[in-house]
C-alpha cells in the first residue's frame, strides 16, 4: 500500500507543476487500494483517494475554487422494507414496499456541505447525496408511500452503511484533494465504484470514476465455498467438531 | 477482539459470543434443555442474520449435550430405549416442520408465525410448570409431587404397542410417546430450537419419568436432533458458521460443567420453579415485541444481492 502512495503522491507532485494548453480540466484519480481482501481479523479498513484537477490553457491567477464530491457505491440489491401496523392487540408487519437495485454501502463524501456546493437542481440532475442515490421505483403493488423510502435511509444510516460526510473531502493544493473512504466491518463484499465529481461556481466541470473490490482472503473464501458447494460434508464436519468439543469437555472436567 | 465471521460475513466480538456460549451452556447444564430458544434471539439481538443464527445454535448445543449426555451416561441415568422412540418421532416431526416452514415462508408470515408459536408455546409451558411447582413449594413436600403408584394410570398409558423402558420403570404404550416426539421435532424445525424445554416438563409430568432420567434421555435426544439439524441445514441453506459455532461451543462446554454442578445442588421443587420462571420470561419478551407498539415499525430485508 506504502508504495502505491508514494508513486501516487509522485504523480501528484508531478501534475502540480505542469500547466498551460486548451480551457478545459480533466480529473486525474487514484485510489490507494483496488482490492481489499477480508481477513479473520477484518473490522472495517480505510481508503485513500487522490484526485488532481488538470487545468489547462487558463491564466495562473484565474482559478476558482474547487468542490469535490466523491460518491462510493457498494453492490446493489432489491431490498424489502416493511412495516408494523395495529392488528387487535398485536403489532405485525402488515405493509411493505420494494426497490431494486440499493446500493448496500453507500457514502457521499465531500470537502464542504452538499447544498453550498450546487443547487437543488443541479445535484437533482447529478443525483448526488443519499436521497438522489436510493431509486424510486417500487416493485411490487402498493401506493408510492414515501416513509418506507424515508425508513430505509434512516435504518441503513443507523446500520453505519448509508453516510453522508461533508468534511471527508480536503484539499491539499489548490487543484489537488484527498478523499477518506472508511467502510465498516460489515462492509458487503462485492464490487464498488468510485464516481468523482469537480464542481467551480456551482457548476460540474469534470468529473473521473474508479473502483475496487471487497473480497475474502483465499483461506476464508475456501471455507466458505466448501460451505455453499459441499453443504453435506461441511455439516457432518461441524458435527464432528461439536462432538469432539463435547467429549473434551467432560475429559477435561471429569473427577472421578 | 473481534473476529470476521466467514458465513456471516461480519465482525464479531469474541469475548461476547464467549460469553453467551458459556451463560447458554450453564443453562443448558443446569436444566437439561438445548438452551436454544435462548441463543437463537440472543444471536439476533446482537446483529447475527436470523438464518445464520438459527443454522448455528444447532452444532453449539450439539456439543454441549455430548458433555451433558456423556456425564449423565456414566451415571447410567439415560433411557436410551425411551430415547431412541423419541428419536423416531422427532425425526418425522421435524420433516412435517420442514414443510410447513417452507409453506409459511411461502404465503409471508412466517415471522408473525414463529413469534406467535414462541409466545404460546413458552407462555403455556412456562406457566404451568411455574405454576405446578410453586404450588409444590408451597405445600412444602407435604404432598409428594405426583408419585407413580402402582394400578393407577392414566388412559393414554394404557393404549395398544406397550414397551418396557426398564431404566424409566415404565410399561407403557409408545403412541403417547411418539405423538409428543412429533410435535416437538415439529416444533424444534419451526423454530429453530432443541425443545428441550418442552420435553422435559412433558417426561416428567405427562410420563411420570424420574427426574434423573429426564435430564439424561432429554440430553441423548437433543444431541442427536441437533447434529441432524446441523448436517440438514448445512445442507440446504448453507447458514452453518463454523467460527461462530466454534466460539460457542467453547463458551458453552464450560458453561455446561458449572451449570450441571449448580442443577445437581438445587432441590427438585427449586428447580422446576426456576426452569418455569426462564421459560416464562423468554415468552413474555417475545410477546412484548408483539403486543407492544414498536419504536421503529420500520425493518428492512435483503432479498436479493448482485455481486
Same mark, same amino acid.
Given at each position: 500500500?506504502?508504495?502505491?502512495?508514494?508513486?501516487?503522491?509522485?504523480? !501528484?507532485?508531478?501534475?502540480?507543476?505542469?500547466?498551460?494548453?486548451?480551457?478545459?480540466?480533466?480529473?486525474?484519480?487514484?485510489?490507494?487500494?483496488?482490492?481489499?481482501?477480508?481477513?479473520?481479523?477484518?473490522?472495517?479498513?480505510?481508503?485513500?483517494?487522490?484526485?488532481?484537477?488538470?487545468?489547462?490553457?487558463?491564466?495562473?491567477?484565474?482559478?476558482?475554487?474547487?468542490?469535490?464530491?466523491?460518491?462510493?457505491?457498494?453492490?446493489?440489491?432489491?431490498?424489502? !422494507?416493511?412495516?408494523?401496523?395495529?392488528?387487535?392487540?398485536?403489532?405485525?408487519?402488515?405493509?411493505?414496499?420494494?426497490?431494486?437495485?440499493?446500493?448496500?454501502?453507500?457514502?457521499?463524501?465531500?470537502?464542504?456541505?452538499?447544498?453550498?456546493?450546487?443547487?437543488?437542481?443541479?445535484?437533482?440532475?447529478?443525483?448526488?447525496?443519499?436521497?438522489?442515490? !436510493?431509486?424510486?421505483?417500487?416493485?411490487?403493488?402498493?401506493?408510492?408511500?414515501?416513509?418506507?423510502?424515508?425508513?430505509?435511509?434512516?435504518?441503513?444510516?443507523?446500520?453505519?452503511?448509508?453516510?453522508?460526510?461533508?468534511?471527508?473531502?480536503?484539499?491539499?493544493?489548490?487543484?489537488?484533494?484527498?478523499?477518506? !473512504?472508511?467502510?465498516?466491518?460489515?462492509?458487503?463484499?462485492?464490487?464498488?465504484?468510485?464516481?468523482?465529481?469537480?464542481?467551480?461556481?456551482?457548476?460540474?466541470?469534470?468529473?473521473?470514476?474508479?473502483?475496487?473490490?471487497?473480497?475474502?482472503?483465499?483461506?476464508?473464501?475456501?471455507?466458505?465455498?466448501?460451505?455453499?458447494?459441499?453443504?453435506?460434508?461441511?455439516?457432518?464436519?461441524?458435527?464432528?467438531?461439536?462432538?469432539?468439543?463435547?467429549?473434551?469437555?467432560?475429559?477435561?472436567?471429569?473427577?472421578? | 477482539?473481534?473476529?470476521?465471521?466467514?458465513?456471516?460475513?461480519?465482525?464479531?466480538?469474541?469475548?461476547?459470543?464467549?460469553?453467551?456460549?458459556?451463560?447458554?451452556?450453564?443453562? #443448558?447444564?443446569?436444566?437439561?434443555?438445548?438452551?436454544?430458544?435462548?441463543?437463537?434471539?440472543?444471536?439476533?439481538?446482537?446483529?447475527?442474520?436470523?438464518?445464520?443464527?438459527?443454522?448455528?445454535?444447532?452444532?453449539?448445543?450439539?456439543? #454441549?449435550?455430548?458433555?451433558?449426555?456423556?456425564?449423565?451416561?456414566?451415571?447410567?441415568?439415560?433411557?436410551?430405549?425411551?430415547?431412541?422412540?423419541?428419536?423416531?418421532? &422427532?425425526?418425522?416431526?421435524?420433516?412435517?416442520?420442514?414443510?410447513?416452514?417452507?409453506?409459511?415462508?411461502?404465503?409471508?408470515?412466517?415471522?408473525?408465525?414463529?413469534?406467535? #408459536?414462541?409466545?404460546?408455546?413458552?407462555?403455556?409451558?412456562?406457566?404451568?410448570?411455574?405454576?405446578?411447582?410453586?404450588?409444590?413449594?408451597?405445600?412444602?413436600?407435604?404432598?409428594?409431587?405426583?408419585?407413580?403408584?402402582?394400578?393407577?394410570?392414566?388412559?393414554?398409558?394404557?393404549?395398544?404397542?406397550?414397551?418396557?423402558?426398564?431404566? #424409566?420403570?415404565?410399561?407403557?404404550?409408545?403412541?403417547?410417546?411418539?405423538?409428543?416426539?412429533?410435535?416437538?421435532?415439529?416444533?424444534?424445525?419451526?423454530?429453530?430450537?432443541?425443545?428441550?424445554?418442552?420435553?422435559?416438563?412433558?417426561?416428567?409430568?405427562?410420563?411420570?419419568?424420574?427426574?434423573?432420567?429426564?435430564?439424561?434421555?432429554?440430553?441423548?435426544?437433543?444431541?442427536?436432533?441437533?447434529?441432524?439439524?446441523?448436517?440438514?441445514?448445512?445442507?440446504?441453506?448453507?447458514?452453518?458458521?463454523?467460527?461462530?459455532?466454534?466460539?460457542?461451543?467453547?463458551?458453552?462446554?464450560?458453561?455446561?460443567?458449572?451449570?450441571?454442578?449448580?442443577?445437581?445442588?438445587?432441590? &427438585?421443587?427449586?428447580?422446576?420453579?426456576?426452569?418455569?420462571?426462564?421459560?416464562?420470561?423468554?415468552?413474555?419478551?417475545?410477546?412484548?415485541?408483539?403486543?407492544?407498539?414498536?419504536?421503529?415499525?420500520?425493518?428492512?430485508?435483503?432479498?436479493?444481492?448482485?455481486?
Amino acid at each position: 500500500m506504502s508504495a502505491r502512495l508514494i508513486a501516487t503522491a509522485l504523480l !501528484v507532485l508531478a501534475l502540480i507543476g505542469t500547466a498551460g494548453g486548451a480551457r478545459a480540466e480533466t480529473l486525474i484519480v487514484s485510489l490507494s487500494r483496488d482490492n481489499i481482501l477480508i481477513q479473520s481479523n477484518f473490522t472495517g479498513e480505510r481508503l485513500s483517494l487522490f484526485g488532481v484537477i488538470q487545468r489547462e490553457g487558463d491564466e495562473k491567477g484565474a482559478s476558482a475554487a474547487y468542490d469535490a464530491v466523491v460518491t462510493v457505491r457498494g453492490p446493489r440489491g432489491a431490498v424489502t !422494507v416493511r412495516r408494523k401496523e395495529q392488528y387487535g392487540p398485536m403489532w405485525l408487519n402488515l405493509d411493505e414496499r420494494k426497490y431494486i437495485a440499493i446500493p448496500a454501502f453507500l457514502a457521499v463524501q465531500s470537502n464542504r456541505s452538499l447544498t453550498s456546493i450546487a443547487s437543488a437542481s443541479v445535484r437533482e440532475d447529478l443525483r448526488i447525496g443519499i436521497n438522489a442515490q !436510493v431509486p424510486q421505483q417500487i416493485v411490487a403493488r402498493g401506493a408510492n408511500d414515501p416513509r418506507f423510502r424515508e425508513a430505509l435511509q434512516r435504518l441503513r444510516i443507523a446500520q453505519g452503511l448509508f453516510r453522508e460526510n461533508p468534511e471527508a473531502v480536503r484539499f491539499i493544493a489548490p487543484n489537488v484533494f484527498q478523499a477518506f !473512504v472508511d467502510l465498516p466491518g460489515t462492509a458487503p463484499l462485492g464490487d464498488y465504484d468510485v464516481d468523482v465529481m469537480v464542481f467551480a461556481n456551482g457548476a460540474m466541470i469534470a468529473r473521473g470514476n474508479t473502483k475496487f473490490r471487497v473480497a475474502k482472503t483465499a483461506a476464508e473464501q475456501t471455507l466458505a465455498t466448501i460451505a455453499a458447494e459441499h453443504g453435506v460434508w461441511f455439516g457432518m464436519g461441524t458435527s464432528i467438531l461439536a462432538l469432539l468439543v463435547g467429549w473434551l469437555a467432560s475429559v477435561i472436567f471429569r473427577r472421578d | 477482539m473481534q473476529i470476521y465471521l466467514p458465513i456471516a460475513e461480519m465482525p464479531v466480538d469474541v469475548f461476547l459470543i464467549l460469553g453467551m456460549g458459556v451463560a447458554v451452556g450453564f443453562i #443448558s447444564g443446569m436444566f437439561g434443555v438445548g438452551g436454544g430458544f435462548l441463543l437463537t434471539p440472543l444471536l439476533i439481538f446482537v446483529g447475527i442474520p436470523p438464518a445464520v443464527a438459527v443454522a448455528t445454535q444447532g452444532p453449539q448445543i450439539a456439543a #454441549s449435550s455430548t458433555t451433558g449426555a456423556l456425564s449423565y451416561w456414566r451415571r447410567k441415568s439415560i433411557d436410551f430405549k425411551l430415547g431412541g422412540v423419541l428419536l423416531v418421532g &422427532g425425526f418425522i416431526g421435524t420433516i412435517l416442520g420442514v414443510l410447513f416452514f417452507n409453506q409459511m415462508r411461502r404465503i409471508g408470515q412466517l415471522e408473525t408465525v414463529i413469534t406467535l #408459536s414462541y409466545v404460546v408455546l413458552l407462555g403455556s409451558v412456562g406457566t404451568l410448570v411455574s405454576w405446578e411447582s410453586l404450588a409444590a413449594v408451597i405445600k412444602a413436600g407435604k404432598v409428594p409431587p405426583r408419585r407413580r403408584t402402582a394400578g393407577r394410570h392414566n388412559w393414554y398409558e394404557g393404549l395398544p404397542f406397550k414397551l418396557r423402558f426398564h431404566r #424409566s420403570g415404565l410399561y407403557i404404550s409408545v403412541i403417547p410417546i411418539v405423538f409428543i416426539a412429533i410435535l416437538i421435532g415439529f416444533a424444534g424445525a419451526v423454530l429453530g430450537i432443541g425443545g428441550g424445554f418442552i420435553l422435559v416438563p412433558a417426561l416428567i409430568y405427562i410420563f411420570r419419568v424420574p427426574a434423573q432420567v429426564v435430564v439424561g434421555t432429554s440430553l441423548f435426544q437433543i444431541l442427536f436432533t441437533m447434529l441432524g439439524a446441523t448436517v440438514l441445514h448445512a445442507a440446504t441453506n448453507h447458514s452453518v458458521d463454523l467460527f461462530l459455532a466454534l466460539l460457542l461451543m467453547v463458551g458453552g462446554v464450560f458453561g455446561a460443567q458449572f451449570g450441571a454442578r449448580a442443577g445437581a445442588q438445587i432441590r &427438585g421443587d427449586y428447580f422446576r420453579v426456576l426452569l418455569g420462571l426462564l421459560i416464562l420470561s423468554v415468552a413474555i419478551r417475545f410477546a412484548g415485541d408483539v403486543f407492544t407498539q414498536p419504536k421503529e415499525p420500520f425493518s428492512t430485508t435483503l432479498t436479493e444481492t448482485v455481486r
